[in-house]
Nanobody
């Protein structure tokens, strides 16, 4: 069982940056593909980004490509999501997830989820 805890969310202005972090309890987190998803009120959970086990491959949703960057530090069991030039439409609860499929852009491909962190972007 892998426990994931996100942090770093908050209220920012459009154009600002935020860096989310996801800490994993499992010391073998390198065995998992890590993903980021978000869910806005009234909408389905959507894929944001994923990173392969050792960070060699990343994937991004079209809506965030060029503005968001994901990275991982397996020695520290952490995954990060750097979000630049935030827009109002980026407002959502952001979740990190761990799974074994690669690539993995669908929620059902992930086995473990964090509780989420709120990101609110004001105009």
């Amino acid at each position: 069982q892998v426990q994931l805890v996100e942090s770093g969310g908050g209220l920012v202005q459009a154009g600002d940056s935020l860096r989310l972090s996801c800490a994993a309890s499992e010391h073998t987190v390198s065995t998992y593909v890590m993903g980021w998803f978000r869910q806005a009120p009234g909408k389905e959970r959507e894929f944001v980004a994923s990173i392969s086990r050792y960070g060699a491959r990343t994937s991004y949703a079209a809506a965030v490509k060029g503005g968001f960057t994901t990275s991982r530090d397996n020695a520290k069991n952490t995954v990060q999501l750097q979000m630049n030039s935030l827009k109002v439409e980026d407002t959502a609860v952001y979740y990190c997830a761990a799974g074994e499929s690669n690539p993995a852009t669908v929620p059902s491909q992930y086995d473990f989820w964090g509780q989420g962190t709120q990101v609110t972007v004001a105009s």
